[in-house]
């Protein structure tokens, strides 16, 4: 039904991945436009509009390769040496 995307920031310009499960995320919400900013700019811009919110609302981030696919992903705890990660779409995967 959805495929990845790539798009194009209209802030700094950079390239980047619209992903299938963010596509189905913004159709289950009812959003009908597609992100015009990358995720740093997004975020820049959220942290512009209420300063220090989101310094006490912002994860610490880990690298880790997905256990399925093998891409690198970031996740927001602490990997363990000997349990899986999984990226976005393959934890959606695996739960539905």
């Known amino acids: 039904m959805f495929q990845d995307k790539e798009l194009t920031c209209k ?12 596509q189905l995320f913004y159709a289950e919400k ?7 900013r990358c995720k740093e700019c997004r975020q820049a811009r ?11 609302t912002q994860r ?3 690298t880790a ?19 899986p990660v999984y990226c976005r779409d393959c934890f959606n995967r ?3």
């Open 46 to 56: 959220k942290e512009a509009r209420n300063p220090g919110l989101s310094v006490r």
């Open 30 to 36: 009812g959003f009908e436009n597609e992100p015009l």
């Open 65 to 83: 390769v997905c256990a399925d696919c093998g891409v690198e992903t970031e996740v927001p705890f602490k990997p363990i040496a000997n349990r």
């Open 11 to 22: 802030e700094c310009g950079t390239k980047f991945m619209f992903t299938a499960s963010e």
């Open 94 to 96: 695996r739960r539905a």
């Open 60 to 62: 610490e981030m880990h």
